[in-house]
Nanobody, 119 residues
């Protein structure tokens, strides 16, 4: 299972960015998908997650500004980030919990994409 993330970059405070991540490979289905981030010198933290049924959970710091969505048919998860702040600067990594018919489910991670919010 491979995860390919796209989006990210440099944006001014108050701006918007959109991250996408697509899962590919051989699996039965994808259950949970989401995004974590890690800023320099800080621990990795959850940003937003979404299950296959569309239930979401957000970090308090991004509620009302970020929106996570997914396309189950395309095994894609998207994070729309609005009203970005300098403290949102971090490497954002997507993950996906893949289910298989012949072995236990496993979590896979994308390569990470840099988001920098600066004027």
């Amino acid at each position: 299972v491979q995860l390919q993330a796209s989006g990210g970059g440099l944006v001014q405070p108050g701006g918007s960015l959109r991250l996408s991540c697509v899962a590919s490979g051989r699996f039965f289905s994808i259950n949970g998908m989401g995004w974590y981030r890690q800023a320099p010198g800080k621990q990795r933290e959850l940003v937003a997650i979404i299950n296959r049924g569309g239930m979401t959970n957000y970090a308090d710091s991004v509620k009302g500004r970020f929106a996570i969505s997914r396309d189950n048919a395309k095994n894609t998860v998207t994070l729309q980030m609005n009203s970005l702040k300098p403290e949102d600067t971090a490497v954002y990594s997507c993950y996906a919990a893949a289910e298989f018919t012949t072995r236990p489910s496993s979590v896979y991670w994308g390569q990470g994409t840099q988001v920098t919010v600066s004027s």
